[in-house]
């Protein structure tokens, strides 16, 4: 509950990391809002599942889960 209660963008728009934004187009959270934070974040990458909610890794975690290997595999190498 507390992630939901807080305001963090303080410390968003701080780190230096690449970000992985994810989506769902079903999601009652705005997507103009995903795309502010992909555009603010350091190297942020938008990814929406158009045909899902919010729990992404849980509606299609397939789909989920290959995103983020892709996100994250030139950044291990």
């Known amino acids: 509950m507390d992630q939901s209660l807080r305001e963090y963008q ?4 701080t780190h230096s990391i690449p ?3 994810c ?6 959270q705005p997507r103009a809002g995903l795309e502010m934070i992909a555009r603010r974040v350091t190297d942020g ?3 929406m599942f158009e045909e899902n909610g919010h729990c992404l ?3 299609n975690p397939t789909r989920f889960n290959d995103a983020v ?6 950044l291990l190498n």
């Open 19 to 21: 970000t992985l934004v």
């Open 69 to 74: 290997d892709r996100f994250a595999a030139p």
């Open 57 to 59: 890794f849980l509606e």
């Open 45 to 47: 990458r938008l990814v």
């Open 23 to 28: 989506g769902g187009g079903k999601s009652a």
């Open 10 to 13: 303080d410390v968003l728009w």
